[in-house]
């Protein structure tokens, strides 16, 4: 079965980090751009970062450079989300992508992060 | 940045009649080197990840129902549901792939 599998959502602190996972299977993960795409409680879909198929290029929305950091491990079918220096507005559910036919064709179930103060 | 505007935020059709949904972007999305526009439709359901419905435009996703459709170029583009079935209930976003924007999403009622 073809899916994306998202991990390491919880409740953290305002300033505090997280980390996301999302494990994939049922396709050729090394083959495809990846993306973490968010969604605030109650509000619209928003593209945070991706990174190309052998990690050589990674793109970020302007309110979460310099404190988020998308990676993977294709070894390992692996896509992952650091996310530093955490924001109230930074809450939300957190969706891992593929891309393809410059489209988000396959979406995880997502996981939820909260930032509390 | 491409601003994505969806019109109307919500409609409500009744069963059997048509649903359309307006999209436009703030510059074009038509891709000059391969023709094709950047430009997809999905939907979401509550508690739901979207799902992709359209792409390039007007290319349907496979399994989507023919009931939708899209159209236009650069930087109008339009999602009809031919014949509201009460499970088209959701929020329909467009999105181009560029700077990877959404619009703000249209919600769609059975009346």
């Known amino acids: 079965e073809v899916q994306l599998v998202e991990s390491g959502g919880g409740l953290v602190q305002l300033g505090g980090s997280l980390r996301l996972s999302c494990v994939a299977s049922?396709?050729?993960?090394?083959?495809?751009?990846m993306s973490w795409v968010r969604q605030a409680p109650g509000k619209g879909l928003e593209w945070v970062a991706n990174?190309?198929?052998?990690?050589?290029?990674?793109n970020y929305v302007d309110s979460v450079k310099g404190r988020f950091i998308i990676s993977r491990d294709n070894a390992k079918n692996s896509l992952y989300l650091q996310m530093n220096s955490l924001r109230a507005e930074d809450t939300a559910v957190f969706y891992c992508?593929?891309?393809?036919?410059?489209?988000?064709?396959?979406w995880g179930q997502g996981t939820v992060v909260t930032v509390s103060s | 940045d491409i601003v994505m505007t969806q019109s109307p935020d919500s409609l409500a059709v009744s069963l059997g009649e048509r649903a359309t949904i307006n999209c436009k972007s703030s510059q074009s999305v038509l891709y000059s080197s391969n023709n094709k526009n950047y430009l997809a439709w999905y939907q979401q359901k509550p508690g739901q990840p979207p799902k992709l419905l359209i792409y390039w435009a007007s290319t349907r996703e496979s399994g989507v129902p023919d009931r939708f459709s899209g159209s236009g170029s650069g930087t109008d583009f339009t999602l009809t549901i031919s014949s509201l079935q009460p499970e088209d209930v959701a929020l329909y976003y467009c999105q181009q792939h560029f700077s990877k924007g959404f619009g703000q999403g249209t919600r769609v009622e059975i009346k």
């Open positions: 990174i190309k198929q052998d990690g050589s290029e990674k």
């Open positions: 049922g396709f050729t993960f090394s083959g495809y751009w």
């Open positions: 992508v593929r891309e393809e036919k410059n489209t988000f064709d396959m």
